[in-house]
């Protein structure tokens, strides 16, 4: 399958703070997800990007399809204890129809 | 978005048997896929359920160790077989609709093999 880095791996940040994780691919997808998971959960959609250069926002969330379509990131605005998980980019290279994960992004915010 | 059943949601397993993970989906969609998360780590994806057909298998996933049926739009099982420790994992089914611009999650089958 298709093999996508996410960095950083891990963040460990106050409350408040923003947040940024980004995702690149060796090759070029169509649609990139951001997924959130919680323990014991399935992934939760976030976000979801369709072209090159979309910039979505859900709430504090913004996301971004990057322009070559290797590579996409996820910003979280004005962290709070909520926002604790682990954070997952997806992506779907064309033609298929499989998407395919990063490798996440476990996320920590401090009181 | 979908409402995604899987059973179970965990199992403890005795080594050399199978195990049937079912999902079940509350309106038809077009793509079923079936995952693999390994504790701690990301989601690998096992196959897609293609509806009335063999399932298309990733590198490193055969057929024989996880059968996977789709008898309809709105229903698959993934089998485990010849189980071993090294199948302890998380099991999840996602589902996609027309476009398959989306993917949607269950809340997976959390297996053990002792």
Redesign the interface.
Known sequence: ?QQLNQSPQSMFIQEGEDVSMNCTSSSIFN?W?W?KQDP??????LI?L?KAGELTSNGRLTAQFGITRKDSFLNISASIPSDVGIY?C?G?PPPG????????TSLTVIP | SAVISQKPSRDICQRGTSLTIQCQVDSQVTMMFWYRQQPGQSLTLIATANQGSEATYESGFVIDKFPISRPNLTFSTLTVSNMSPEDSSIYLCSVARVGNTEAFFGQGTRLTVV
Do not use: C, I, K, S
């Not at chain 1, 014991?40 to 959609?45: I, M």
């Not at chain 1, 129809?97 to 996440?104: A, E, L, V």
């Open positions: 399958g649609t997800l997924y014991g959960e399935g992934p939760v959609l979801a369709y997952f997806a779907r129809n499989q998407f395919y994960f990063g490798t996440g």
